[in-house]
Nanobody
Framework: QVQVVESGGGLVQAGGSLRLSCAAS????????MGWYRQAPGKQREFVAG???????DYSDSVKGRFTISRDNAKNTLYLQMNSLRPEDTAVYYC??????????????WGQGTLVTVSS
């Protein structure tokens, strides 16, 4: 049906940068909102950043000013540019998409996640 696949995670030193990508594919008519969430070891999944209708963006306080979310609607792809990374940013990062399928059903789709590790 519809899937999202993340890429771009890896190991980086504190202060470094990474760029995550999330590609949505399948029976997609349109995508209403897309966002990034993360889950650190032993913690609950938390919101990181999102982009909604009209490309309005929203960020958690912990990443505001360091991370930038963007979206290529033509490619159904979401990005997260992460700068000034900190060890506390270490987590599995998940992509989420609110999709209207070609059969006009709304689906909330999650990716499998990509691991970001920030060393001190």
């Amino acid at each position: 049906q519809v899937q999202v696949v993340e890429s771009g995670g890896g190991l980086v030193q504190a202060g470094g940068s990474l760029r995550l990508s999330c590609a949505a594919s399948g029976s997609i008519f349109s995508i209403r909102t897309m966002g990034w969430y993360r889950q650190a070891p032993g913690k609950q999944r938390e919101f990181v950043a999102g982009v909604g209708v009209g490309d309005r963006t929203d960020y958690s306080d912990s990443v505001k000013g360091r991370f930038t979310i963007s979206r290529d609607n033509a490619k159904n792809t979401l990005y997260l540019q992460m700068n000034s990374l900190r060890p506390e940013d270490t987590a599995v990062y998940y992509c989420n998409a609110d999709v209207l399928t070609r059969s006009f059903r709304y689906l909330e789709v999650w990716g499998q996640g990509t691991l970001v590790t920030v060393s001190s």
